[in-house]
C-alpha cells in the first residue's frame, strides 16, 4: 500500500486552507474583539467586586468601632448612674440621721422643760403645802408678805440641796 495521490484529498486540503483564510479575515477579528471584551469586562467585574469588598470591609471595621465606642459610653452612663445613685443614697441617709439626731436633741431638750417645769411646780407646791403646815403649826394666820418670804426662803434651800 502506498501513498496514493487523490485529487480529492487535495481539493479538501485547499478548501481547508481557504477556509481557514476565509475565517482569520473574516470571522478571527470580531471573535477576538468579542472575546478580548468579555475578558476584559470579566476582568472590571472581578476588580469591581474586590474594591466593593475591601470597602465593605472599611464599613464593617468602621461599624465595629462605633459599636465598641457605643458600649463604652454606655457602660460609662451605667457606671455614672450608678455613682449618682450611691451618692444620692448616702446623701439620704446622712438626712436622715441629721434629722434623727435633730428630733433627739429636740426630744432631750422638750423633756428637759418639762422635768424643769414639772420641779418648778413641785416646789410651788411643796412650798405652798410647807406654808400651811407651817401655819397649822404656829396656829396663826400670816399675811402674804411673810408668806411670800418664806416661799423663797424654801425654794432657796430646796435649789441648794440638789
Given at each position: 500500500m502506498g501513498l496514493e495521490f487523490n485529487a480529492t484529498i487535495l481539493a479538501q486540503i485547499v478548501d481547508f486552507v481557504i477556509l481557514l483564510i476565509f475565517?482569520?479575515?473574516?470571522?478571527?477579528?470580531?471573535?477576538?474583539?468579542?472575546?478580548?471584551?468579555?475578558?476584559?469586562h470579566i476582568a472590571n467585574n472581578i476588580s469591581a467586586?474586590?474594591?466593593?469588598?475591601?470597602?465593605?470591609?472599611?464599613?464593617?471595621?468602621?461599624?465595629?468601632?462605633?459599636?465598641?465606642?457605643a458600649r463604652e459610653q454606655a457602660q460609662e452612663i451605667i457606671q455614672k448612674a450608678a455613682k449618682t445613685g450611691e451618692d444620692q443614697a448616702a446623701e439620704i441617709v446622712?438626712?436622715?440621721k441629721g434629722e434623727a439626731t435633730r428630733?433627739?436633741?429636740?426630744?432631750?431638750?422638750?423633756?428637759?422643760?418639762?422635768?424643769?417645769?414639772?420641779?418648778?411646780e413641785l416646789r410651788e407646791q411643796l412650798a405652798s403645802l410647807s406654808v400651811l403646815v407651817a401655819g397649822?403649826?404656829?396656829?396663826?394666820r400670816m399675811?402674804?408678805?411673810?408668806?411670800?418670804?418664806?416661799?423663797?426662803n424654801?425654794?432657796?434651800e430646796a435649789g441648794e440641796l440638789q
Open positions: 475565517l482569520r479575515l473574516v470571522v478571527y477579528k470580531p471573535l477576538v474583539k468579542v472575546l478580548s471584551a468579555r475578558s476584559e467586586a474586590e474594591k466593593e469588598r475591601q470597602e465593605a470591609e472599611q464599613l464593617k471595621a468602621g461599624y465595629e468601632a462605633e459599636m465598641r465606642l446622712e438626712k436622715a428630733l433627739k436633741d429636740s426630744a432631750l431638750a422638750e423633756i428637759e422643760r418639762e422635768k424643769q417645769r414639772a420641779v418648778a397649822k403649826i404656829i396656829n396663826r399675811d402674804d408678805e411673810i408668806q411670800h418670804s418664806m416661799i423663797e424654801f425654794i432657796k
